[in-house]
């Protein structure tokens, strides 16, 4: 089956810790996106990438990286720079950024601080 | 600015009772407006979309929207509510404005239904 998988499912953050989260699809989309989810808040974009070795930076970057390297990946890094990290993350693919293209979502990570 | 509002954070609703779900824009351009639901500690699932084929839009599990763009509104309705629609329902839209690229959320909107 298709689909877009996230790894881990909860993951532990020490103070002044990068961690990364994994997100892996194969759907052979191009496009690629990480939300954050605060409750009551919505969905909030951090990066998105249109195509490999392409990335930009969304509404709330600061603290964050990622890499595409590959079509398939599109892992992020939270670094000790992100002061209130806890939330669950969201990753997505769509065969195309824009238009009337669908976003997938994937299963989510939890991210919690120690 | 573009945005995409949703009407009432939490909405309870009887077992057989209708469901609306209420959701306005706000865009500079004609909208790609969408529907995801989400249930607990998971990702998001499409319910519906709309790409200006048709002003109703049905989807999945028995939902269905419609596009109004005097009244700048995609409502989410399903005639007769089922214990399994409980969830989180989230509306969202490509509005335009330079960032095609871009998906805006609703804030969310909690769906109880009550036996």
């Known amino acids: 089956d298709g689909g877009i998988t996230q790894s881990p499912k909860y993951l532990f953050r020490k103070e002044g810790q990068n961690v990364t989260l994994s997100c892996e699809q194969n759907l052979n989309h191009d496009a690629m996106y990480w939300y954050r989810q605060d409750p009551g808040q919505g969905l909030r974009l951090i990066y998105y990438s249109q195509i490999v070795n392409d990335f930009q930076k969304g509404d709330i970057a600061e603290g964050y990286s990622v890499s595409r390297e590959k079509k398939e990946s599109f892992p992020l890094t939270v670094t000790s720079a992100q002061k209130n990290p806890t939330a669950f993350y969201l990753c997505?693919?769509?065969?195309?950024?824009?238009?009337?293209?669908?976003?997938?979502f994937g299963p989510g990570t939890r991210l919690l601080v120690l | 600015a573009q945005s995409v509002t949703q009407l009432g954070s939490h909405v309870s609703v009887s077992e057989g009772a209708l469901v609306l779900l209420r959701c306005n824009y706000s865009s500079s351009v004609p909208p790609y407006l969408f529907w995801y639901v989400q249930y607990p500690n998971q990702g998001l699932q499409l319910l519906l979309k709309y790409t200006s084929a048709a002003t109703l839009v049905k989807g999945i599990n028995g939902f269905e929207a419609e596009f109004k763009k005097s009244e700048t509104s995609f409502h989410l309705t399903k005639p007769s509510a089922h214990m399994s629609d409980a969830a989180e329902y989230f509306c969202a839209g490509r509005l335009g404005g330079g960032s095609n690229y871009k998906l805006t959320f609703g804030k969310g909107t909690l769906l109880t239904v009550n036996p």
């Open positions: 997505a693919s769509s065969a195309a950024a824009g238009g009337q293209e669908t976003q997938y």
